[in-house]
């Protein structure tokens, strides 16, 4: 089935470094979505984004919806232990049935 | 307000076996998807029930099947199972309709076949 592309697949990084992934798409969005899993739980809805353009924060975390809206950016900033696990975007629209489109995931690893 | 639940948590089977998951969704929330998670193969598309329809599938077997009843909440079921079926099951709870496409996930379900 239809996925997105989204990189990197894997980040070990030190905690309080600054983290950058993303989500590409050659099909254009209403929607992007950001969630992270934690091991062997369901995934949690960080940021959802509806405009294109839009940058939006909650908390250390901040993404942006393309404005091509084939794209999005998820920015942790100054990362701690418990931002371990793996991220998730997802793309939204209308036209695909509101189905939405899945990354396979980013899985963040931080050195304490 | 509830979050989504999903009942059992764990459950463990001998392939052939049939197996019924169920899902609660939030109150007020008309559409169900169901996912399968396998490691590192991130969040593969079941199908979703929107009031109780299917409205979209994704590209698994026909042993996987799925219902929905007038009060929203959600079954899958997976007959003949297979030692591949060995998965975590999420199902993700959302208005379904509007503007809105956030989805919400439950716990999920760990399914082991041996």
């Known amino acids: 089935g239809q996925q997105l592309n989204q990189s990197p697949q894997s980040m070990f990084i030190q905690e309080g470094e600054d983290v950058s992934m993303n989500c590409t798409s050659s099909s254009i969005f209403n929607t992007w979505l950001w969630y992270k899993q934690d091991p062997g739980e369901g995934p949690v809805l960080l940021i959802a984004?509806?405009?294109a353009g839009e940058l939006t924060s909650n908390g250390r975390l901040t993404a942006q919806f393309g404005i091509t809206r084939k794209d999005s950016f998820l920015n942790i900033s100054a990362s701690i232990p418990s931002d371990v696990g793996i991220y998730f975007c997802?793309?939204?629209?209308?036209?695909?049935?509101?189905?939405?489109?899945w990354g396979l995931g980013t899985s963040l690893a931080v050195n304490p | 307000k509830a979050g989504v639940t999903q009942t059992p948590r764990y459950l463990i089977k001998t392939r052939g076996q049939q197996v019924t998951l169920s899902c609660s969704p939030i109150s007020g929330h008309r559409s169900v998807s169901w996912y399968q998670q396998t490691p590192g193969q991130g969040l593969q598309f079941l199908f979703e029930?929107?009031?109780?329809?299917?409205?979209n599938k994704g590209n698994f077997p026909g042993r996987f099947s799925g219902r929905q009843f007038s009060n929203s909440r959600s079954e899958m079921n997976v007959s003949t199972l297979e030692l591949g079926d060995s998965a975590l099951y999420l199902c993700?709870?959302?208005?379904?309709?509007?503007?809105?496409?956030?989805?919400?996930f439950g716990p999920g379900t760990r399914l082991t076949v041996t």
């Open positions: 993700a709870s959302s208005p379904g309709a509007g503007g809105n496409y956030e989805q919400y």
């Open positions: 984004l509806y405009k």
């Open positions: 029930y929107f009031s109780e329809t299917q409205r």
């Open positions: 997802a793309g939204g629209n209308a036209g695909n049935n509101r189905k939405l489109i």
